[in-house]
């Protein structure tokens, strides 16, 4: 393994600008755009956030179209449970991509993939072979696997994204996205602690999203772990 084989990356935040009628806000960039809700529930809303870009009504994403490089674009569905979630959101981007396109906005339609943070996904990726990309997110996969949350006192012990089952959880969806020829990459708070990089890297993972003030640590854990094995 060389430094050359590994993907490090930060991607832009969407800040959450609270619940309305209409779903969720989010802002990227100086752009307020509406998140469309796939219902009332607020858990249901939020899985249509969308960290790389928010799949929104057709003024929302001409935002984004606008600002953003179009071909480096990708869609990202957070919270996805079933297969179904994938399809009815290829959907909903596909009738967006058409009424761009009907406006005369030249666009293409962006790879649509998904944050592997429910246990339902990690366990039983091929159901979700649809996606284009798998985002592992440490943060949630953790916190619902071992039952524990990180900001809560009485069991934040038992967060501990280097368990077994965790490592083996991560392990099993980087082999199967290598096996489906599916991208895989890792977020969250493992993903900018040096800490656990070891870790990441046996378990198969090549790419990660980190936090922009831990990317200059993150290389240098990297490189040290790259030494150490030439």
């Known amino acids: 393994m060389s430094l050359s084989d590994f993907l490090l990356f930060a991607l832009p935040a969407v800040f959450l600008t609270g619940l309305s009628k209409g779903g969720f806000g989010g802002a990227l960039g100086g752009i307020a755009v509406p998140l469309l809700a796939l219902s009332t529930s607020p858990t249901q809303a939020a899985a249509v956030m969308l960290p790389i870009l928010c799949l929104a009504d057709v003024v929302g994403l001409k935002a984004y179209v606008g600002k953003w490089d179009v071909a480096n674009l990708k869609v990202m569905l957070p919270m996805v449970t079933i297969a179904e979630e994938i ?5 909903l981007l596909d009738d967006v991509m058409r009424e761009l396109k ?53 069991v934040s012990h038992l967060n501990d994204p ?41 378990a198969g993972l090549r790419s990660i999203s980190v936090a922009p003030d831990a990317i200059g640590r993150v290389k240098a854990a990297l490189s040290e772990a790259v030494l150490s094995e030439t």
Not at 87 to 91: D, K, S, T
Not at 124 to 153: C, H, K, W
């Open 162 to 202: 280097t368990h077994p089952a965790i490592l083996k959880l991560i392990a099993s969806v980087v082999a199967f996205g290598r096996d489906r020829n599916i991208p895989v990459s890792l977020c969250g708070d493992m993903a900018s602690d040096p800490r656990y990089l070891r870790s990441l890297l046996r």
């Open 87 to 91: 399809r009815q959101a290829g959907l």
């Open 102 to 154: 009907a406006e005369g906005i030249a666009c293409a339609r962006p790879p649509l993939g998904i944050m592997v943070e429910v246990p339902a996904v990690a366990i039983a990726p091929e159901l979700y072979d649809e996606a284009a990309f798998f985002s592992i997110g440490s943060n949630d996969l953790t916190q619902y696997v071992m039952a524990a949350a990180r900001d809560e006192p009485g």
